[in-house]
């Protein structure tokens, strides 16, 4: 079983469009993370929830929106698309929030912005 | 906020032969992780460093963490083409929050 699965992997859609990345882990961990990876390979923190609490949120346009259901689930919805979103989204999780030590990322998912 | 930098940004050795890769922090760290990207795949934990001084080895792959010099050094011996890939460095905040990566180092062994 994979431990923490993102869905889509590759997600093309045009500018303007609203759409959500899924993400679940396996692995019982409190504390869930979206990073945006750019085309220059910066990885940059966007959202950490630690038990459905949001504790990070690093200066990200307000158009992207965490969900976050329950502890196994983080969701990233995205509402009107611009170009610059184009990039790798990655989904990770670790035990806790605080001190989080090894983190366990997902595979990516691949948006491109037409 | 806290930035890291790593050098160098790209790297090409030829199988057999050693390289080192840095990290350099801005503030105080509080921990520094290291992690290993393939390409077109997500990222791989590889090791963590939290005192000063403090050296780990997993494999032909060392990291050892330099407190006073806000610095972490990454060392593969005898590289082989398993070891191709993005190599990122991470650091928490005084929180204890992981939050910054450096830009990462690309690494590419010729057999």
């Known amino acids: 079983d994979t431990a923490v699965s993102q869905t889509p992997k590759y997600l093309v859609t045009q500018m303007g469009n609203d759409k959500s990345i899924k993400c679940e882990q396996n692995?019982?961990?409190?504390?869930m993370y979206w990073y945006k990876q750019d085309s220059k390979k910066f990885l940059k923190i966007m959202f950490s929830?630690?038990?459905?609490?949001?504790?990070i949120n690093e200066t990200v346009p307000n158009r992207f929106s965490p969900k976050s259901p329950d502890k196994a689930h983080l969701n990233l919805h995205i509402n009107s698309l611009e170009l610059g979103d184009s990039a790798v989204y990655f989904c990770?999780?670790?035990?806790?929030?605080?001190?989080?030590?090894?983190?366990?990322f997902g595979e990516g998912s691949r948006l491109t912005v037409l | 906020s806290q930035e890291l930098e790593q050098s160098p940004q790209s790297l090409i050795v030829q199988e057999g032969k050693n390289l080192t890769i840095n990290c350099t922090s801005s503030?105080?760290?509080?921990?520094l992780y290291w992690y290993k990207q393939k390409y077109g795949e997500g990222l791989i934990f590889l090791m963590m460093?939290?005192?000063?001084?403090e050296e780990k080895s997993h494999e032909k792959i060392t990291a050892k963490l330099d407190e006073k010099k806000q610095q972490s050094s990454l060392h593969i011996t005898a590289s082989q083409p398993s070891h191709a890939g993005i190599y990122l460095c991470?650091?928490?905040?005084?929180?204890?929050?992981?939050?910054?990566f450096g830009g990462g180092t690309r690494l590419m062994v010729k057999p």
């Open positions: 503030k105080t760290l509080y921990g």
């Open positions: 460093l939290q005192k000063g001084g």
């Open positions: 692995l019982g961990h409190d504390t």
């Open positions: 991470g650091a928490g905040d005084n929180a204890g929050n992981m939050l910054t």
């Open positions: 990770a999780s670790s035990r806790s929030g605080f001190n989080p030590g090894e983190l366990f």
């Open positions: 929830y630690n038990n459905k609490e949001l504790i």
